[in-house]
């Protein structure tokens, strides 16, 4: 079994997974509601996306913008972490995620890590990166 996060946008998806591609790398799949079958009976609108995948290594992040017709809900509650083995990654993914966006709190050594950071991305994503190592 896998676990995976699935995020819900608010038309942005597309925009969003392309920084996600750009600072995490991995290979990246997308495919536009337009881009569905016809006799699925889905919205034709195709600036959104239906679904999309980001895989780096062995992890997964999965995403869609909201069906047009239905209400956007901003995610809460949650956040996505990343957890990382050297000073330098961690620097690296804080820099390249936060920026454009809300950090509650910004990287730094304490006393469970060697770098910690939490922040929400310029689309409203929650994120904590984690150095537990320090190398």
């Known amino acids: 079994m ?8 608010n038309g942005r998806c597309k ?5 996600y591609k750009d600072v995490l790398g991995g ?14 009976g889905m919205p034709k609108d195709a600036d959104l996306i239906m679904h999309t995948c980001l895989t780096v290594g062995n992890f997964s992040l999965m995403a869609s913008d909201c069906p047009p017709g239905q209400p956007y809900r901003q995610p809460q509650g949650v956040s ?27 990287l730094a050594k304490t006393f469970w ?19 537990e190592g320090g190398k």
């Open 2 to 9: 896998k676990i995976i996060p699935y995020l819900t946008f």
């Open 15 to 19: 925009e969003a997974f392309a920084l």
């Open 27 to 40: 290979e990246l799949f997308s495919m536009s509601f337009a881009e569905a079958p016809e006799d699925v």
């Open 80 to 106: 996505v972490s990343l957890n990382v083995d050297s000073v330098e990654e961690a620097e690296r993914l804080f820099n390249g995620l936060s920026a454009g966006g809300t950090v509650q709190m910004p």
């Open 113 to 131: 890590a060697e770098r910690f950071a939490m922040f929400e991305d310029r689309f409203g994503i929650a994120w904590m990166v984690n150095c």
